[in-house]
């Protein structure tokens, strides 16, 4: 293995590890994918989509804090220009689909592999050389984010019960902190994490992406769709189709966090969130309707469901709302689903990317012979064709949600 493919310092587990140095050989041998097996390329999607998330997680956030830096020593300037050039490149990498076969080991896990190598190689030069309080900070909190990734079995599992330190990002023209929770090939669900004391999400609409807005209670305040506004005081989620404003405005001192699905089949959907119009509009200028009503496009009563499907006696998985709802003109549509995993368990094994959110109860998650415990608040992705065997592991009910984005004329 060269010292281009890995970094000694960075903390990994023994399957990142193999997985570099299979790569490593491959490359050696002109790519060749001989002695690839479907477990290594399974693995290798999971890190991959784990790596994705950084996109405006660690990848940006750390380059703006590097852009921070004053620094005089012309020497560290080009090894700190070194590190945001390949951070940049690691962002670009998340256009790119990840692919079924080798190529997601031998051409996209090895670029995330190599590059990161490059990333600390570059940001040690510079601390050996600056010895600067901050950037030590910003060193290691980049670190200690990618060891979550890299010393993990392959199974990322992310929390949205806050912003990590340096892995958000802030949506321009809205300023709101959006947490990157799950990125699959054409969505990805996030976390909007707003300020106790400025619970609102400002309108806005998307040209060629939609959306699903989440809610759990406590909760007072006012979801808007179009140029209606819907008094909520319990959970819900609320279907977006592009080019309609939405966005929420907190009543009280109630904080209310939005966590959302965001997809594009038209462009990279795992969050394009350049793709953000304003859209101003003063509260009492909006009709008021009922949540459930069809002026609020089939938004259903979350929690309520959430009840429903935890008292299924059986293992069970179905959509709470369509495809149909949100896709227009090719774009795709937001499919949400609802599943009560029993002791005996339910395999997730779809023909597209699935983004899972753990809401109720305890349990495990396995895929490629690898297994995670499982909690609420817990986020992970299931790549396309690929089999996830969740099994409840306590006596209280385990309940997650799930979301793929289609067209809504294809079949589930």
């Known amino acids: 293995m060269t010292a281009s493919c890995v970094h000694a ?6 399957n990142y590890r193999r997985l570099e140095q ?3 050989d491959s490359h050696a041998r002109g790519r060749a994918p001989e002695g690839i097996s479907e477990r290594d390329v399974t693995l290798a999607r999971l890190y991959c989509h784990a790596f994705r998330g950084e996109v405006i997680g660690a990848f940006h956030a750390t380059r703006l804090a590097l852009q921070g830096l004053v620094v005089q020593d012309p020497l560290s300037a080009l090894h700190l220009v070194r590190a945001d050039e390949t951070l940049q490149s690691l962002a670009n990498r998340s256009m790119d689909a990840v692919g079924q076969d080798a190529r997601a080991l031998v051409a996209t896990f090895h670029h995330y592999c190599t590059h990161l190598a490059r990333v ?32 993990g079995n392959g ?3 992310t929390r949205d019960l806050e912003p990590p330190p340096q892995a958000s990002f802030i949506v321009p023209n809205l300023g709101i902190t959006i947490v990157p929770l799950v990125y699959g090939d054409h969505h990805s669900w996030n976390l909007a994490w707003l300020p106790a004391q400025k619970a609102d999400v400002p309108y806005h609409q998307h040209h060629v992406g939609v959306e699903i807005h989440l809610g759990y209670g406590p909760m007072h305040g006012y979801t808007v769709l179009g ?23 907190n009543i009280g001192t109630l904080p209310h966090h939005v966590p959302f699905i965001f997809g594009s089949l038209r462009c990279g959907g795992w969050g394009v969130f350049l793709d953000v119009e304003p859209q101003p509009r003063e509260l009492d200028q909006l009709q008021t309707a009922p949540v459930l009503g069809p002026r609020l496009n089939g938004t259903i009563l979350l929690e309520r469901e959430l009840d429903k ?6 293992s069970v998985r179905y959509p709470l709302i369509p495809a149909s709802a949100t896709d227009r003109d ?14 005996r368990g339910l395999d997730w094994k779809l023909d597209r990317y699935c983004a899972v959110s753990v809401v109720r109860g305890t349990g495990t998650v396995t895929i490629a012979g690898e297994s995670r415990e499982l909690t609420p608040h817990d986020h992970f992705g299931i790549p396309a064709g690929v089999t996830a065997h969740v099994r409840q592991t306590s006596p209280t009910p385990l309940v997650l949600l799930d979301c793929v984005i289609k067209l809504a004329r294809e079949r589930s």
Do not use: Q, W
């Open 155 to 157: 199974i990322h599992l």
């Open 120 to 151: 600390l190689d570059a940001l040690d030069a510079a601390r050996e050389r600056l010895r600067h309080p901050d950037l030590d900070c910003i060193v290691e909190l980049f670190v200690n984010r990618m060891e979550v990734i890299a010393g």
């Open 227 to 249: 140029d209606t506004k819907a008094e909520l005081v319990e959970g819900y989620a609320m279907p977006i189709p592009p080019r309609t404003r939405h966005g929420y405005t």
């Open 330 to 343: 090719g774009i795709g549509g937001l499919e949400l689903s609802v599943a009560r995993v029993t002791d």
């Open 9 to 14: 310092r960075l903390r990994a587990h023994d």
């Open 309 to 314: 499907a935890a008292a299924r006696f059986a």
């Open 22 to 24: 299979i790569a490593c």
